[in-house]
């Protein structure tokens, strides 16, 4: 491990202006941020502890939704009462992520901001262009069943790793943040990460030394809340599919309410609302479906070994809506 400086920050401003010098890293639970620099694919010249700012509280909203501040835990966040009463799919997209060691010491804010799991991203004797830009994708013609097939580019594949990142795109969630200068911004999470196009090094809009202080998610939405993660093992593995939905369906067995949002397939936690669109108002029969699913998948593209990821998603898709209609819960 490289050596590096290390500051603890009393207020958020502050935090900001320390890590805003070339190279800087905040650090919070440290879940993959450690790892990296252990293994020399972050090599932060100063880490800025965030972890004694005032930032580990989930209030209620004056218009009914829920503030969350980045350093409330992943178990914290999972377990809070209104988290599991109004927004359920939040706290099982939690739950279906990494190991319960993890979950108590990863972050909100850090949980957002987690590297891919692309192998070549880890080893670092090969080519990647998100860890070295300009050195090629070796994942492209290499081993990639475990990568994107939307949002990918001819520079990088690599899909996004978070769980609870799909259900707060699925709910439309605001990221705030605060920067060096003192000024602050809100960022719906759908404009916070960055396709990889040709510059997969950069992932998210944030600039140097911003700090994301809180996520706001809006007024609870009705509907069964499910969450269906397929992987490889049953605990403690990445998605290689999954799939975050909000669904109604009125006493006429009609769609009123479709919130559908994917993870292990995207480049980022992915959401498309033409599709949600196309089934609102449909009784959700086989050849809504099939349209929907065309539209969600129009522009997939497999790269050999993660193929077999568009026909899983036609079939999840038709499972979670489906099983929705049947007014059955996952
Ligand atoms: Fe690197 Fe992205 Fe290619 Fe993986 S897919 S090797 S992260 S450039």
Redesign the pocket.
């Known amino acids: 491990m490289k050596r590096f400086e290390y500051s603890r920050a009393n207020a958020p401003e502050q935090a900001a202006i320390s890590a805003s010098a070339n190279n800087a890293s905040f650090i919070a639970g440290g879940t993959n941020l450690l790892d990296l620099m252990k293994l020399e694919i972050e090599t932060p010249t100063k880490l800025v502890d965030v972890t004694r700012l005032e930032l580990a509280q989930v209030e209620t909203t004056d218009d009914g939704g829920l503030r969350i501040g980045t350093l409330v835990t992943n178990s914290d966040l999972a377990a809070n009462p209104e988290v599991i009463a109004n927004y359920p799919v939040l706290s099982r997209t939690i739950l279906a992520g990494a190991t319960g060691q993890l979950r108590n010491k990863a972050t909100t804010g850090g949980n957002f901001l987690q590297r891919?799991r692309?192998?070549?991203?880890y080893q670092t004797d090969?080519?990647?262009?998100?860890?070295n830009p300009g050195s090629g994708?070796?994942?492209?013609d290499g081993e990639?069943r475990t990568?994107a097939i939307l949002g990918t580019s001819d520079?990088?594949?690599?899909q996004h790793p978070s769980d609870m990142a799909v259900a707060m795109r699925l709910l439309d969630a605001t990221i705030e943040t605060v920067k060096a200068d003192g000024s602050t911004r809100k960022i719906n999470v759908k404009d916070f990460y960055c396709l990889?196009k040709d510059t997969?090094h950069i992932e998210t809009v944030l600039e140097s030394g911003e700090l994301i202080t809180h996520v706001v998610l809006p007024a609870p939405i009705k509907g069964m809340h499910t969450y269906d993660k397929v992987r490889d093992r049953a605990s403690y593995a990445f998605a290689l599919l999954s799939c975050a939905a909000v669904i109604d369906v009125d006493d006429k067995g009609h769609l009123a309410t479709v919130r559908l949002a994917f993870g292990g397939i995207g480049t980022e936690p992915w959401r498309n609302e033409a599709v949600e669109a196309l089934l609102v108002g449909t009784d959700g029969n086989d050849e809504v479906i099939k349209q929907a699913a065309d539209l969600l998948l129009e522009e997939a593209k497999g790269s050999g070994q993660n193929d077999f990821k568009i026909p899983l998603t036609r079939r999840l898709f038709k499972q979670v809506i489906g099983r929705a209609l049947a007014g059955k819960g996952a």
Request: proline share 13%; net charge positive.
């Open positions: 891919t692309c192998y070549y991203f090969s080519a990647c262009n998100k860890r994708c070796p994942a492209i990639n990568l520079a990088c594949i690599a990889p997969p």
